[in-house]
């Protein structure tokens, strides 16, 4: 910020860039702050506040740097241990967490339930909600809910295209897996899939159209 070319700079309007670069900042932070408390705070999350049956797990990877090589031109990672000074590993957090069908559902009965009883996490996802900004989008296909959506906020999508009078939070993940929440008739979707073959209009769009 103390860069010359920055300081006559104004503000900009809120833009849609769909992107993973602040959940991925916020997520690492939070396992800094943490430390070895990290696993204890995933356990009041989920075991204590959702209550899951099976386990919820975070991808973190393990980077390794590789110094003073003797080349660049290798493929084998046995290489590089055996050439390379080895600096040792750091953990980098994912955003992306894994649970099974049910426990999904299990998460999305505790989001409407915090909706509703205006909770502190309740209370930030109506903040999102009424913050929500325009996606501007050109054109829509019905492949997902982030791709038959208008509106987004807090890496949630909202306002479903043909459904945007009713609170309707969604996320969408790898592979077309889906978990819908329908604030207005409690009515929670979860799509637990592999890949995006099959149709969503159908099986999703068209379930939260009924009353």
């Given at each position: 910020m103390k860069?010359?070319?920055?300081?006559?700079?104004?503000k900009s309007k809120a833009v849609y860039n769909y992107n993973a670069l602040a959940t991925n900042l916020l997520m690492n932070y939070t396992?800094?702050?943490?430390?070895?408390?990290?696993?204890?705070?995933?356990h009041k999350v989920f075991n204590e506040n959702v209550k899951v049956k099976d386990t919820v797990w975070f991808h973190k990877t393990v980077k390794t740097n590789y110094e003073k090589c003797k080349s660049f031109d290798k493929g084998d990672m046995n290489w590089?241990?055996?050439?390379?000074?080895?600096?040792?590993?750091?953990?980098?957090?994912?955003y992306s967490f894994y649970a099974n069908r049910y426990d999904y559902l299990?998460?999305?009965?505790?989001?409407?339930?915090?909706?509703?009883?205006d909770t502190c996490v309740g209370k930030?996802?109506?903040?999102?909600?009424?913050q929500?900004?325009?996606?501007?989008?050109?054109?829509?296909?019905?492949?997902?809910a982030s791709q038959y959506s208008k509106k987004y906020g807090g890496q949630f999508h909202f306002d479903i295209k043909g459904l945007?009078?009713?609170?309707i939070l969604a996320m969408d993940g790898f592979g077309g897996q889906q978990v819908i929440v329908d604030f207005d008739t409690g009515r929670i979707i979860v799509v637990h899939s592999l890949d995006r073959h099959y149709n969503w209009k159908k099986?999703?769009?068209?379930?939260?159209?009924?009353?």
């Open positions: 860069l010359k070319t920055l300081q006559n700079s104004k396992i800094f702050k943490t430390g070895d408390d990290w696993e204890k705070l995933l590089y241990s055996n050439n390379c000074d080895v600096k040792p590993g750091k953990e980098v957090g994912r299990r998460i999305g009965k505790r989001i409407l339930d915090d909706w509703n009883n930030y996802i109506k903040i999102i909600y009424e929500r900004i325009n996606k501007n989008r050109k054109g829509y296909n019905t492949q997902s945007t009078k009713k609170s099986i999703v769009h068209k379930k939260l159209k009924q009353k």
